[in-house]
């Protein structure tokens, strides 16, 4: 029935018992959740029972690229990395790029879905042909790039494409990512469920071809969308010459670039440092994801100093803001070391960056002493101790036994004094920018289904001046930022994350709009949206309007939502920290801002509306309807949580 785009097969793995079995992906689950997240998401709330453990061998871990992936459509080569997260205990969607999403599809799969956990460390090799179970009990305690190279030459296969985790991972850390090549599937804890499950690594390796269902129709679309990137001026030369570190010095110059763990926000500047202006000259190579002609991925050197040799696969904006704004560390060498430290031990670097500036500030305020931090002085701008901590955490070391978890939990174990210093929502720590000044991305962070995750709804508007859906004059307003929040969260989806693609080419107002007539607005969004709708539909056969294709978007967010409200999340979560909603800004272009808890009230009853949930922000059963996901309303109606 698939025509193109799927390979329209999920590979189901049982480590427990060692078994694997191959399940068709069903014709109704690709055209109405498209793949990537969505496929993934909906197979996650259909598998997995609710109050599972994060960390038993009950919950199930899936890896899953979406139709694009595997063809010839550039920024396609990216995947969903989908469980319970054991970090905020609602759904964890992380994603990642490089090559190894392509290599699924190539091996002849849509999507892998991991359950039970193996007795011994173990690694599952996995071709077009047979899955293996092999043991990794001499890769255990390695180091990701280590355990690559090894996998590689036990199984005499350089091209074998290989996502593991290192260090931290297996020492379960909350805040521990998958790795594959240099690539990050970094946030919510997925690497300590892959931990959890004695899973050391997947590898796969295959040699079939993703087809297109029009091969015409598919040719326009694709030449379009090249187009669309070489006109765009923040793809070339932007982001394939500077990478995506810019974004420090537009942070900055709006007074947004946090610093010192949120509490110094717009008082100096370290762009000049750090930025992305500041790291170009350390450049010594580029590299890209699977036919990606941006090659945003910059290889930086350190060549002098106390941290010569390191090489660092980036840093990115967040990368930078997490060890360097938010540490108050200027200098961008420890920054490149601390990016290759997290890489090398399986850490995510942005809840890790976070985790350590709340341990700084805690250190600042006498809180934790030099006897608590095992002789580190952990002080603001310490770049020493910064690179100290992360083997710590890594490794569980001393106060970095604590800290692995991420900041909710160690304010938990450290006392409620720590808690108004511990900056999350929902358990998942903060991203780079200080949404006082920023009223739509802040909405997003305060209800996307991950927690505090910028990319789920990134508000380019208020940011970036990307003038689609709307032009955004105010960022300091309330006016129409819950409608926007919402575009913003359903068109990322849609358009991203189950396709899949990389966000940043939706960075940009102009990209994918490049043969728009000019003078419009609101009629630009249709003519994005059709750009990739018309790459999906000749890519696989299955026909989507813009209307239809954002839908996709609503129904997948609201289902993930709703794995959230069966694991009791509601209303009284979707908040934001207390200093954000207390504390203005103090300096800078955005002096005095605030996010009060008036103003995301107020925000959340908009927002609630225009999603069709109640007044505690769960779906109700005629929205569930409309999307096409009545049988979520009948399981949700069968816990207690909604009524008829």
Sequence with gaps: MFRGGYMGMICRIDLTEEQYWIDPLPYDVARDYIGGAGVAIKLLFDLLPPSVEPLSPNNVLIFAPGPLTGTSVPAASRMAVVTRSPLTGCIAMASAGGYFPAEIKFAGYDAIVITGAAK???????????????????????NTSDCQMLIQEELK?????????????????????????????????????????KLKAIVVRGSKKVSTADPDGYKKAHSKLLRAFKKSPSLYPGLGKYGPTTAVEVTSELGIFPLNNFSATGQYDIADKIGGYAQHK??????????????????????????????SCGPEFETAYAFGGNTGVSDISAIYAADRLCDEYGLDTMSTGATIAFAMELFEKGILSEKDTDGLDLRFGNDAAMVAMIQKIAFREGIGDILADGVRIAAQRLGPETENYALHVKGLELPGYDVRGAKAQGLNYATAYTGADHNRGFASQELFGTTSPIQVDDRFSLEDKAAL????????????????????????????????????????????????????????????????????????????RSFNVREGISRRDDTLPKRLMEEPIKAGLSKGAIYSKDQLDQLLEEYYGLNGYDHNGIPTRSRLEELGIGYVADELEAHGIITK
């Design 120 to 142: 011994n460390p173990t690694y599952v090799s996995i071709t077009e042909d047979q899955v293996q179970f092999r043991s990794a009990k001499k890769l255990w305690g390695t």
């Design 157 to 197: 296969e350089s091209n074998s494409k290989i996502a593991c985790i290192g260090p931290a991972g297996e020492r379960l850390a909350l805040i521990s990512s998958i790795i594959n090549e240099r690539r990050a599937a970094g946030r919510k804890g997925v690497g300590a469920v892959m931990g959890s499950k």
């Design 282 to 311: 350390d450049i010594i190579r580029k590299g890209g994801c699977f036919r990606c002609p941006v090659a945003c991925h910059m290889y930086r050197m350190v060549s002098e100093g106390s941290y010569a040799g390191y090489l």
């Design 485 to 560: 929040t919402k575009w913003n969260q359903d068109m990322k989806m849609a358009l991203c994350d189950c396709p899949t693609l990389c966000a940043f080419i939706l960075s940009d107002g102009d990209t994918l709009l490049n043969d728009a007539p000019q003078g419009l607005n609101r009629n630009l969004t249709e003519l994005r949206i059709q750009n990739i709708a018309s790459l999906i539909s000749s890519t696989t056969g299955i026909e989507l309007s813009p209307s239809e294709l954002l839908l996709v978007g609503e129904r997948v967010n609201t289902l993930a």
